[in-house]
């Protein structure tokens, strides 16, 4: 089975739960997250062994990465959904 390079955007109670979900699955390689402060993203991904990100731009160009989940309040989906 091809595995796909998953992320999430959003360190918070959503993230976590959804951080465990990519973790476990086998279909999934978690491989980075995302927090405008790269502080909260690095001790997330520390959780996971993930790499933390606090530009946008730079995670979701990340080679391999086919699937990002936005974990964050629901007003600023749209505008990540589009990134």
Do not use: N, W
Not at 9 to 27: F, M, N, P, S, Y
Not at 41 to 48: E, I, M, P, R, S
């Amino acid at each position: 089975m091809k595995r796909i390079g998953t992320a999430l955007i959003g360190c918070g109670k959503v993230g976590q739960t959804h951080a465990r979900a990519l973790a476990a699955l086998d279909e999934s390689r978690f491989e980075a997250v995302y927090h405008p402060s790269l502080e909260k993203a690095a001790a997330f991904a520390g959780t996971y062994g993930v790499q933390p990100y606090s530009d946008l731009a730079a995670m979701l160009a990340r080679p391999g990465l086919g699937m990002v989940t936005i974990c964050t309040p629901h007003l600023s989906h749209p505008e990540l959904a589009v990134a």
